[in-house]
């Protein structure tokens, strides 16, 4: 009986437990880029995830619930977990932000993802790069493309979707694109950024 008592206590504890997504590795076992998805494809709603308290929240302009008035998210949006976009070469001090091309997760969900772009955006005269990933899971993409040529031969008006996106969905802010890099540059800006 006391065996069952200790067992019954620690499942109670564990499953009130909230995981440090922060500290998710950032490489997969299997070799891929790991994203943790904040705000599903198809959402207006700007949710972060807050070290913290270990929850995500909708982040809040003005005391209110920060709600996307533009166009909604063209994609699965979130970061890449234990990296950091350090503000001694410029960036802007958060972790690495990524754009999941997919059909919509929850938030919260974990998905290993193939790096093919990075949009080079400067926010507020600080690197705000986006990596733009499919699901590393074939049959899970929406695009077939798996190199940044071929999302520019096969797709080219979602390069200019996301562009558009960025530059536009916030209007407080002025943001400038510098460029973009192919998914090897997307993987040398990650490793780079992978907190030592």
């Known amino acids: 009986m006391k065996g069952t008592a200790i067992l019954l206590f620690f499942l109670v504890c564990s499953c009130n437990q909230k995981r440090d997504y922060y500290e998710t590795p950032s490489f ?3 070799g891929a880029v790991n994203a943790v998805i904040e705000i599903p ?6 949710y972060e995830y807050d070290h913290d308290s270990k929850e995500f929240i909708i982040d809040q302009e003005n005391g209110k619930d ?3 008035d533009f166009l909604s998210y063209p994609g699965n949006y979130g970061f890449i977990p234990s990296t950091i976009s350090d ?3 410029g960036g ?4 690495l932000d990524i754009l999941v091309l997919s059909e ?3 938030t919260g969900t974990i998905v290993e993802v193939l790096p093919i ?3 080079k955006l400067v926010d507020k005269g600080e690197q705000d790069y986006k990596i733009i990933a499919v699901p590393m899971e074939k049959e899970k993409r929406i695009v077939k493309a798996s190199t940044y040529a071929e999302l520019q031969k096969n797709y080219p008006m979602v390069i200019e979707i996301i562009e558009l996106w960025f530059l536009n969905y916030n209007k407080n802010d002025v943001a400038v694109v510098e460029g973009w890099g192919d998914g090897k540059e997307a993987i040398k800006e990650i490793r780079q950024a992978v907190k030592k």
Do not use: P, Q, Y
């Open 92 to 95: 802007d001090g958060d972790a």
């Open 87 to 89: 503000k001694k070469t």
């Open 28 to 30: 997969s076992a299997k």
């Open 41 to 46: 494809a198809g959402t207006n709603s700007k």
């Open 104 to 106: 919509s997760h929850e």
């Open 117 to 119: 772009a990075m949009l």
């Open 66 to 68: 920060r709600v996307i």
